[in-house]
């Protein structure tokens, strides 16, 4: 007697038929006749009274009935244990970096993580913004590593990282005076960004929600350029308070930062993947794995 036979007379027990049974299981009905007939002969006992109509349990068709359930229940637990591993421990992941890119370039970092995990291969790859959340929503990436983004309900994001966006001006600049920086002071102002889309959005939402627009904004792609903008043409500009400022302050004297009162626009770097996803288990580990990572990381 062995799972399968059991299985197939089961599937006869309860639709009472081995045409209907054998349909459902996707075999010939001469192979699940075939079946039971050998598991009749171990037990050297029938199992169904059959007539024109299909088939009737015999005394010891209702008592195999009832005690293999507690069998089924466990091989049903069993295949679910075991895919549920299959999943979490085999595989690749596709990793895309849409953000804080310079944190996760570390191949050393990556390895120490999935060392615990040698049967998952993973690929890490830098996108663009738009492009890496396209890719997330096309189902092309299982992981993504973004900021400023705040997906839909079927996805789980998971903070790993929070700065400060803080002003960039002239030293010369009088609102450096104060302790905390108004926008409503500076709409006369010309601005230099570096920033993503969706923080674009914010800012200049922000500002036209307080009639606070600056006389003109520029963007450019990098934060490097943005600085030296701001320091030839003398005009503010936005930037991330940490490894940026500490980095490009030095080489640029002329310029200074001031924080905003009430940390407007937070640079706020989040790991996203789908609630669904087969190896959500292990992703969230790595979202763990990640935030302690980047906690002394300026």
């Given at each position: 007697m062995?799972i ?8 006869v027990?309860e639709s009472?038929?081995?045409?209907k ?8 009905q001469?192979?699940?006749s075939?079946?039971?007939?050998t598991l009749?002969q171990?037990?050297?006992?029938q ?7 299909g088939v009737?349990p015999?005394?010891l ?7 293999c359930q507690?069998a ?13 591993f299959?999943?979490?421990?085999y595989g ?9 890119c ?16 040698p049967?998952i ?12 959340i396209?890719?997330?929503n ?6 993504l590593i ?5 997906p839909?309900?079927e ?11 803080v ?6 600049h009088p ?6 920086a108004?926008l ?34 520029l963007?450019?792609?990098d934060?490097?350029?943005m600085?030296e903008?701001c320091s ?18 030095p ?5 200074d930062?001031m924080p905003f009162e009430?940390n ?5 770097i989040t790991l ?5 996803h ?5 992703i ?5 794995y990640?935030?302690?990572?980047l906690?002394?990381?300026?």
């Amino acid at each position: 007697m062995n799972i399968r036979q059991l299985e197939y007379f089961v599937k006869v027990y309860e639709s009472g038929s081995f045409f209907k049974a054998a349909d459902s299981l996707f075999i010939s009905q001469q192979a699940l006749s075939r079946a039971l007939a050998t598991l009749e002969q171990e037990l050297n006992a029938q199992l169904f009274y059959r007539n024109h109509k299909g088939v009737i349990p015999t005394p010891l068709g209702q008592e195999l009935y009832v005690s293999c359930q507690p069998a089924l229940r466990e091989m049903r637990t069993l295949e679910k244990h075991m895919n549920e591993f299959v999943r979490q421990n085999y595989g690749c992941l596709k990793i895309g970096l849409g953000a804080g890119c310079r944190y996760f370039i570390s191949k050393t970092m990556w390895k120490d993580f999935f060392k615990d995990y040698p049967l998952i291969s993973y690929d890490v790859e830098e996108y663009t913004y738009r492009q890496s959340i396209e890719l997330l929503n096309n189902k092309e990436l299982d992981i993504l590593i973004i900021s400023d983004y705040t997906p839909g309900k079927e996805y789980y994001q998971y903070e790993l990282k929070t700065q400060e966006r803080v002003l960039l001006l002239p030293k010369e600049h009088p609102a450096l005076q104060e302790e905390y920086a108004e926008l409503q002071d500076l709409k006369e102002e010309s601005f230099v960004l570096s920033i993503n889309d969706l923080a674009y959005h914010d800012f200049t939402e922000f500002c036209k929600n307080n009639h606070c627009l600056p006389k003109e904004i520029l963007r450019v792609s990098d934060t490097l350029y943005m600085y030296e903008t701001c320091s030839r043409d003398r005009c503010a500009g936005i930037t991330i308070k940490g490894y940026f400022t500490d980095v490009f302050l030095p080489k640029f004297p002329d310029l200074d930062i001031m924080p905003f009162e009430h940390n407007l626009f937070p640079y706020t770097i989040t790991l996203v993947a789908r609630k669904n996803h087969p190896n959500l288990a292990l992703i969230m580990s790595l979202s763990a794995y990640l935030k302690e990572y980047l906690s002394d990381k300026s």
